[in-house]
Nanobody, 132 residues
Framework: VQLVESGGASVQAGGSLTLSCAASDFRFDNYAIAWFRQAPGKEREGISVIRVPGGDTAYADSVKGRFTISSDRAKNTVFLHMNSLKPEDTADYYC??????????????????????????WGQGTQVTVSS
């Protein structure tokens, strides 16, 4: 399994970007995809997560109302639509997959606080730079 992020770029404050997280060789039926970001000198922050299937979502307060997560299950791709970008959104953005084996449906919000080692797969990251 591989997760590949794309869509990172340099944009002006107030602009928009959409990041993609594409999964290859992926044949799981019950999982969540989360987006994390890490700015230079800061800890990794979980910002959004979506359950597949189901589509329910959760967001960190720092991005709520500005970012939207969505999925295209047929393409095994999860998107992060980012609007009203701020300089403090500058970071490397990563997607990660958490498998729900055995049919479990845990709450999504706590997933954003889970340790990185708890996730089953990670992408390599894509860089977002927001200038003022």
């Amino acid at each position: 399994v591989q997760l590949v992020e794309s869509g990172g770029a340099s944009v002006q404050a107030g602009g928009s970007l959409t990041l993609s997280c594409a999964a290859s060789d992926f044949r799981f039926d019950n999982y969540a995809i989360a987006w994390f970001r890490q700015a230079p000198g800061k800890e990794r922050e979980g910002i959004s997560v979506i359950r597949v299937p189901g589509g329910d979502t959760a967001y960190a307060d720092s991005v709520k109302g500005r970012f939207t997560i969505s999925s295209d299950r047929a393409k095994n791709t999860v998107f992060l639509h980012m609007n009203s970008l701020k300089p403090e959104d500058t970071a490397d953005y990563y997607c990660a997959c958490l498998l729900f084996l055995g049919g479990g449906r845990p709450d999504l919000q706590p997933i954003l606080s889970r340790h990185s080692a708890e996730f089953d797969f990670w992408g390599q990251g894509t860089q977002v730079t927001v200038s003022s």
